[in-house]
């Protein structure tokens, strides 16, 4: 199969762009390496991704563009038999005017819908997010819940994910949308809470929590993730759909920090700050709409994938940490 993972050269987008081609399909990845957070951890990213091709019969295929390029996307989408839309700016705390996530996120997704109505593709795999609920009305949240995001970033992922739900009702294109809460794992992006307290603690620094630390959080090991994605290649039962992806087990954030804190440094303390506005207080996913269409279930727990986490920072710490420093 020939897969376009845009965005793929991004932390869940590169584990997708690798996994892909380990299992031996044609990866093309489009991405523009926007410098929001340091781009070197990118280009390793790709190098993965090019390795994982080269050891098994898959090929990766890196196009450095833009979303909202909406001519080259539509040549990469004539292409593809199936398109996992990852590209987006990326998290609610990012100091970017609305209009750059509404133009990445909104106008880039319907250059990808667009194309996707003109030509077969197989599916269309959005990458949507927690953030469209916004404040809980009850938890754990189900995709039923009222959606009112309260973050420009919110927003945006909330219009995409609309949009792709109504090309699949009025123009049949074959999307599905999922909704990750909080994901981390090797490679993460460097400016979020779990590779912030892990690197702080192993240079002896206190972890620093945004607030009270009393925020909960559905935390979702990046495999799980995947499993999600490649579920899709093989089914057409969640095609038109949105659907939670998360761990169902909550932490809060208080708590997160000080185990990571009690397992690298227990000499620290843990500090608190200011808390972002645009954070929502609590997030839990109940997936059980994901396990019924396409057996989607959670098979790490916060703890086991802050453990595999840790132990891949410390192996990758040479050329980690400087980045996570860095942003
Ligand atoms: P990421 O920033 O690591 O990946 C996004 C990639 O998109 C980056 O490599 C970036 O360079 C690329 N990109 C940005 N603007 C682009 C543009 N205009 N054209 C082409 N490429 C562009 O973020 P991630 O954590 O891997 O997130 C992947 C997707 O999952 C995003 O759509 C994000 O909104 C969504 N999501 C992530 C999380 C999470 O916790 N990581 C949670 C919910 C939703």
């Keep these: 199969m020939r897969i376009l993972v845009t965005g793929g050269a991004g932390f869940i987008g590169g584990h997708l762009a690798e996994a892909f081609a380990a299992d031996g399909h044609d990866v093309v990845v489009l991405d523009n390496f926007d410098p929001y957070y340091d781009t070197r951890i990118k280009d390793h990213n790709v190098e993965v991704g090019r390795e994982a091709a080269e050891a098994g019969d898959g090929s990766y295929d890196l196009v450095e563009g833009d979303v909202r390029d909406a001519d080259l996307v539509a040549d990469l989408v004539a292409d593809a038999d199936y398109v996992y839309h990852q590209a987006a700016q990326a998290g609610v705390r990012t100091d970017y005017s609305p209009r750059k996530y509404d133009e990445v996120n909104v106008d880039g997704t319907l250059n990808v819908l667009d194309a996707a109505r003109e030509h077969d593709i ?144 227990p000499e620290l303390d843990v500090e608190h700050t200011d808390a972002y506005d645009v954070d929502a207080d609590h997030s839990h996913a109940d997936v059980s709409k994901a396990n019924d269409l396409i057996g989607y279930e959670p098979t790490y727990t916060i703890r086991e994938g802050v453990e595999a986490f840790v132990e891949w920072y410390r192996e990758n710490r040479e050329w980690y940490e400087p980045l996570v420093r860095n942003s």
Excluded at 140 to 169: C, F, Q, W
Excluded at 241 to 246: A, D, I, K, L, S
Aim: glycine share 6%; hydrophobic share 40%; with cysteine.
């Design 122 to 265: 197989e599916r269309l795999v959005f990458a949507s997010s927690s953030s469209v609920y916004g404040k809980p009305r009850y938890l754990p949240y189900d995709e039923a819940h009222l959606t009112t995001p309260i973050s420009p970033y919110g927003a945006s992922k909330l219009a995409g994910e609309r949009y792709a739900m109504v090309y699949a009702e009025r123009y049949g294109v074959p999307a599905v949308a999922l909704r990750y809460f909080t994901v981390y794992g090797p490679r993460m992006r460097p400016n979020m809470a779990i590779s912030n307290f892990v690197s702080r603690c192993l240079n002896g620094e206190p972890p620093v929590v945004y607030g009270d630390g009393t925020q909960t959080r559905d935390m979702t090991y990046v495999a799980d993730v995947l499993a999600a994605n490649r579920a899709l290649l093989d089914t057409d039962a969640a095609d038109g759909e949105v659907m939670n992806v998360g761990s169902t087990d909550n932490i809060d954030i208080e708590t997160l920090a000080t185990e990571i804190r009690d397992q690298l440094a």
